[in-house]
């Protein structure tokens, strides 16, 4: 029987990053197909009791730079704690992931959703810049007109129903992997996935 698994994630987050390439192996392994679904947790951070980073309590924000280190080091995969463009706009490269995957195979917009994952935690990239979203799209080897597409209506119409179906689903954080509307949340709750996959 054919898996889906549903991936919800903001471009800027670095546990995403994290998670990522270790999410696509498993997918893969499992024969799961991806719907690749950017979302906007702006909207949906009010609903589900979140914060944005810098709202966060000091000891918070302290404990999470030291998380970040622990991960990063455990799964050896390079990560900058506190990039030179970190916060960042996520919008314009969420919105460029949704036209790459209307537009192509989900597997071009999970290599797509890696590279602009690095370009934040690992290469120093400002991923809010149309410029920088052009040369990725070009080192990726996709077509130069997903720019021009990501700024469509539809796509926006679309970006906002990713995060509709978001909410309903009861997406609170970045990761989340949803297998028949079950959650998984967070990068570190993967062996969990992989658990439930096996069992299908």
Same mark, same amino acid.
């Given at each position: 029987?054919?898996?889906?698994? $549903?991936?919800?994630?903001?471009? /800027?987050?670095?546990?995403?990053?994290? =998670?990522?390439?270790?999410?696509?192996?498993?997918? +893969?392994?499992? =024969?799961? !197909?991806?719907?690749?679904? *950017?979302?906007?947790?702006?909207?949906?951070? *009010?609903?589900?009791?979140?914060?944005?980073?810098?709202?966060? !309590?000091?000891?918070?924000?302290?404990?999470?730079?030291?998380?970040?280190?622990?991960?990063? &080091?455990?799964?050896?995969?390079? %990560?900058?704690?506190? *990039?030179?463009?970190?916060?960042?706009?996520?919008?314009? +490269?969420?919105?460029?992931?949704?036209?790459?995957? /209307?537009?192509?195979?989900?597997?071009? +917009?999970?290599? %797509?959703?890696?590279?602009?994952?690095? !370009?934040? #935690?690992? &290469? &120093?990239?400002?991923? +809010? $810049?149309?410029?920088?979203?052009?040369?990725?799209? @070009? &080192?990726? =080897?996709?077509?130069?007109?997903?720019?021009?597409?990501?700024?469509?209506?539809?796509?926006?119409?679309?970006?906002?129903?990713?995060?509709?179906?978001?909410?309903?689903?009861?997406?609170?954080?970045?990761?989340?992997?949803?297998?028949?509307?079950?959650?998984? #949340?967070?990068?570190?709750? %993967? $062996?969990?996935?992989?658990? @439930?996959? !096996?069992?299908?």
């Amino acid at each position: 029987m054919s898996i889906t698994i $549903d991936y919800y994630f903001t471009p /800027q987050s670095p546990w995403t990053y994290l =998670g990522h390439q270790h999410f696509a192996q498993i997918a +893969a392994a499992a =024969g799961a !197909a991806v719907r690749v679904l *950017p979302v906007d947790f702006g909207k949906i951070f *009010p609903l589900s009791g979140g914060l944005p980073l810098g709202q966060r !309590a000091p000891q918070r924000q302290a404990y999470r730079l030291v998380e970040l280190q622990r991960f990063s &080091e455990h799964l050896q995969v390079p %990560l900058n704690r506190q *990039p030179k463009f970190f916060p960042v706009g996520g919008d314009p +490269a969420a919105r460029l992931i949704t036209a790459v995957g /209307q537009h192509d195979a989900s597997g071009v +917009a999970m290599t %797509l959703a890696g590279a602009i994952f690095r !370009a934040v #935690w690992a &290469e &120093e990239r400002n991923i +809010a $810049d149309d410029q920088v979203l052009a040369e990725i799209l @070009k &080192e990726c =080897g996709l077509d130069a007109q997903r720019l021009a597409q990501s700024q469509v209506p539809e796509i926006q119409q679309q970006y906002e129903a990713h995060t509709q179906q978001a909410i309903s689903a009861g997406v609170f954080g970045a990761p989340t992997y949803a297998v028949n509307g079950e959650l998984f #949340w967070g990068q570190d709750r %993967l $062996d969990y996935l992989e658990r @439930k996959l !096996a069992s299908k």
